[in-house]
């Protein structure tokens, strides 16, 4: 290779080079076409494809589809914890628990919660 | 009927699908009435010459596309005629709203990045240069630095990204004009006309001989 032959391809060179066309087929591969070409007629074709399936399917689907989901929702979603119901609480309780909280009663008028507040504290010598 | 806002975000994809089945079909677009699209019509009508007539047209801008695409004429042979079965296949449905050779090329294409992804390059089984039509006078200077240039740009072809390679193929060998080429790679006028400079200039560099 000479000294030419390593110099960069000029735009001309680029154009020949990308518009080059093929002289000629080789005869083997002529032969394949006409194999090719006469067995063409039992090649199935494809069907045409049906642009408006999607429609016909959908209309009715949605309606369908939206209920099902709202039900889902509905059923899945997570409820607010509800408060325990009281138990059932006798007349014979609510006496004892009357009872019971009698001796401290007295703390329930304001009166007496102000001056308890008030007492002076004196820890014990 | 649009139906935009009445879905929170999560039901983007509700709102597309009844969009989609609300707009009417849309408008049958002109037929475009090109010699090939009539031959395929007759070859779909069972006319075998029209098969012939097809063939004898495409063949060798088809068989150039792959040899240049893929670096090797028996892979070029075989996609070429598997052209003509997928043309065959879809010749009943062809619908002539897009140029013939949009079609054509975008069936090669598909069928090119198919093999692509099947496998991995080969080694180029490289043509003799005096296949193409631009070789001088053999023994000459010429032919020489023809054979030298013929290496080198198959090779830099082949480092190509698909893309360009593809693109670069369809408008300066296929001389399709920037229209077809744009329709059948998925571009915009714009994006044709960038993207077609930054592949030459891709290729040049990968033709400058190294330092």
Redesign the interface.
């Known amino acids: ?1 000479n000294s ?6 000029s735009d001309a ?14 005869p083997e ?1 002529e032969q ?2 006409r194999e ?2 006469n067995q ?2 039992t ?7 049906r ?2 399936w ?2 016909w399917l ?2 009715p689907g ?1 309606p369908t589809l939206a209920a099902a989901s709202l039900a889902v929702v509905l059923v899945f979603r997570q409820r607010p914890p509800t408060p325990a119901a009281p138990g059932h609480v006798t007349f014979e309780e609510l006496i004892a628990l009357d009872a019971a909280l009698q001796p401290a009663r007295s703390l329930l008028v304001a009166e007496n919660r102000d001056a308890l507040l008030h007492l002076p504290a004196q820890p014990r010598g | 009927m649009n139906l935009v806002c009445a879905f929170p975000a999560p039901f983007d994809w509700l709102l597309r ?2 969009n ?2 609300a707009a009417p ?1 849309p408008a049958p677009a002109p037929e475009i009435a090109d010699e090939d699209a009539l031959c395929l019509a007759r070859g ?1 009508a ?1 006319d ?1 010459r029209a ?2 007539e097809l ?1 004898d047209k495409w ?3 088809l ?2 596309f792959f ?1 240049r695409s893929l670096g090797s ?1 028996p892979e070029a ?1 075989d996609l ?2 598997e052209v ?2 997928r043309l ?6 062809y619908e002539r709203r897009a140029a013939f050779t949009t079609y054509l090329f975008h069936i090669a294409r598909n069928l090119l990045l198919n093999e692509l992804r099947r496998r991995r390059r080969k080694p180029a089984q490289s043509l003799p240069p ?5 070789i001088a006078a053999p023994e000459s ?1 010429d032919a ?2 023809a054979t ?3 290496e ?2 198959q090779r830099a072809l082949a480092q190509l990204p698909e893309a360009q390679r593809s693109l ?2 369809l408008v ?2 296929q ?1 399709l004009d920037h229209g077809t080429t744009a329709a059948t790679l998925g571009l915009t006028a714009n994006a044709l006309r960038v993207q077609l400079h930054r592949a ?1 200039q891709h ?2 560099a990968l ?3 190294s330092p």
């Open positions: 290779m030419d032959d390593s110099r960069p391809p060179d680029l154009d020949r080079l990308l518009g080059s066309k093929l002289r000629r087929t080789s591969f394949r076409w090719l070409r063409l007629p090649i199935r074709p494809r069907p045409r494809p642009t408006s999607l429609r959908l209309w949605l | 699908v009844l989609a089945a079909d779909a069972g075998e098969w012939q063939f063949k060798k801008p068989l150039a040899y004429m042979e070429t005629l003509f079965v065959h296949r879809s010749a009943a449905s005096e296949a193409f039509d631009y200077d020489r630095r030298e240039l013929e080198i740009f670069l193929l300066h060998q001389d030459r290729l040049k033709m400058q001989p």
